[in-house]
């Protein structure tokens, strides 16, 4: 399919047909429509041009986007208003694209995937959409994620027990938990913010690596009592005790600073206190 715009700052209404052969809304939008088209034209309308096939009426334009303001204009007696000329759709295409322009406009949360499941199977990329939908290529690449969702969740949505919140943030997951999701459905028949919130914790939960990691024991080693560190150091430096050669309290014991230090901590009291550590 090859579709081309065009603008026309100055589309003649004249060659649009009759508001009586015209898909539209109800009278007093229409005035409403009037009366706000008096003072300036915000959105261009969108025309479809017919080549082969023609028009089942015999038209060569027809109105895709802004019929209410089609018929406004020509209420206030406004002769042209700034359109958009697309041309290459079938006659199949125009009707399924003007129910999509008609539906987008109502407050149903799910007229945006109903409108990209119909431009989707007439093959309209994303920046077309785009300007059927009236919305930035961007937001519209972020609906297509709808087109996702699986069609349990989607009827839950029309039956309101799954708000339209909800519904995007559905459609962020990946089909797991897509699946999880409507399992749960059928469990409860309601979806809520808590239970995604309950799927995605449960989820990474699962996917974290189990690691087994051995700690040390933090031991701090015992220390000995004053009798077991003199023993200690006369058996290393082979004291005399028995008075043979040289009388024992004329041998000298050889301390290391930690040695030092700890005959210090068990013959030195704290500061307050008196008596010999044991």
């Not at 025309?47 to 986007?65: I, K, R, T």
């Not at 708000?163 to 999701?181: C, E, S």
């Not at 933090?218 to 009592?225: G, S």
């Amino acid at each position: 399919m090859n579709i081309t715009i065009t603008h026309n700052d100055v589309f003649p209404l004249a060659d649009l047909p009759p508001d009586g052969d015209l898909v539209g809304r109800a009278p007093a939008e229409v005035k409403a429509m009037a009366a706000s088209l008096q003072e300036v034209q915000i959105e261009s309308i969108v025309v479809v041009q017919f080549d082969a096939p023609p028009h089942p009426l015999g038209y060569a334009y027809d109105v895709l986007c802004g019929t209410c303001r089609v018929k406004a204009a020509r209420l206030n007696g406004t002769a042209a208003l700034r359109a958009d000329i697309w041309q290459g759709l079938t006659w199949d295409d125009f009707v399924r694209l003007r129910s999509v322009a008609n539906s987008r406009r109502s407050k149903n949360p799910l007229a945006d995937v109903e409108a990209l499941r119909a431009m989707v199977a007439i093959g309209l990329p994303p920046v077309k959409m785009a300007q059927v939908l009236q919305k930035k290529p961007a937001e519209v690449m972020q609906l297509l994620k709808l087109l996702t969702l699986p069609p349990e969740i989607l009827e839950a949505v029309r039956q309101n027990r799954v708000a339209p919140g909800v519904m995007l943030r559905l459609a962020k997951l990946d089909p797991a938990r897509q699946q999880t999701a409507v399992d749960l459905l059928k469990t409860k028949l309601r979806l809520k913010d808590s239970d995604l919130t309950a799927i995605n914790c449960a989820a990474r939960a699962a996917g974290l690596p189990r690691l087994a990691v051995s700690v040390p024991a933090l031991q701090r080693p015992a220390r000995p009592t004053l009798a077991a560190l003199i023993v200690r150091l006369v058996t290393e430096q082979h004291f005399d005790l028995k008075g043979n050669g040289h009388p024992p309290a004329a041998q000298s014991l050889r301390l290391e600073p930690a040695d030092l230090a700890e005959l210090r901590r068990l013959l030195l009291p704290p500061e307050g206190e008196a008596g010999v550590a044991n």
